[in-house]
């Protein structure tokens, strides 16, 4: 085996669909900022090299994991086993179709907000300030109080392991709090959106402007985080539930408990994945024992701790 991963003949398969590259670091490929190293990453040029990728991973027995943005994401320090792919690099387009627009899942949501606004949509307006990918919002039906994914979302694009493409009609049934239940090994590969027509393009921009410059008020941008780490369970708020556990500014080796925002963990400098990891069972232990509430992380967790 080329690299005791896979034999040297696979590699250069794969390298023909995608960037590979052995042993690379997940810290650069995460908003925390932490993670080991990927034993191999793969990062497809587009679909249908992501297609093919699939199935010959499945064919040598070579165990994969897929991650998009790095934004809501905590990778261990021991990194991840087998191959990781990475679909940052797939399409990236955004592309008006009448009233529809279809936008790749590697599209940042900042970039899908300015490409919306100028070709006249408005509805955009909650995704202001969330970080990541198109691909990663539609995966955990991201939002805010002002509305989620679903609202918008006609179709989703995605690709099998199998290395079959498919489109998911995104009826109502299969949203719910940060989640769409796509069918299981589906990566995601893009959307079609329906947005309202905005009666003021400058009034919307301006919008957006003010809400990101809110978030950067209430929320600890400057630092690497995941975002919001606990999703609010029913009832509840979790960063009160934080708060009023006393846990505002709580630090276990470089990772704090946000003093801006009880619901954000931050890598408030030199934090590994398990200071961070610790942290997160910390709160939810102490918020358990103080208010008989149990946190469920928003954030996906991977490999080893």
Known sequence: MFNNIISENTAKDLSLLGKIEFNSPLSL??????????????????????????????????????????SNLLISDKGLRGATVRISGLENSFKVYGEYIFAGAALSKERFINEAI?????????????PGSIGGGIFMNAGTYMGSFSDILKKIRGVEYNGSLIEVDTAADISGYRVMNLPENTVITGGVFSLPRAEDTDATRKLVEDIIADRWMKHPM??????????????????????DSGLKGCKIGGAMVSEKH???????????SEDIYNLISHVRETVSKR?????????????EF
């Open 291 to 303: 208010f008989g509430v149990v946190l469920e992380t928003e954030i996906k967790i991977l490999g």
């Open 222 to 243: 400057e630092y690497p985080s995941a975002g919001s780490v606990f999703k609010n369970p029913g009832g509840f708020s979790s960063w009160k539930l934080i708060n």
């Open 29 to 70: 490929c995460t908003t925390f900022k932490t993670g080991g190293a990927a034993d191999l990453l793969i990062e497809p040029f587009d679909e249908g090299a992501l297609s093919s990728i699939l199935p010959v991973l499945n064919r040598e027995g070579i165990p994969f994991h897929i991650i998009g943005g790095g």
């Open 118 to 130: 100028a070709a006249g949509f408005g509805g955009i307006e909650f995704m202001a300030g969330i």
């Open 262 to 272: 009880t619901n954000f963990i931050i890598n408030s400098g030199n934090a590994s």
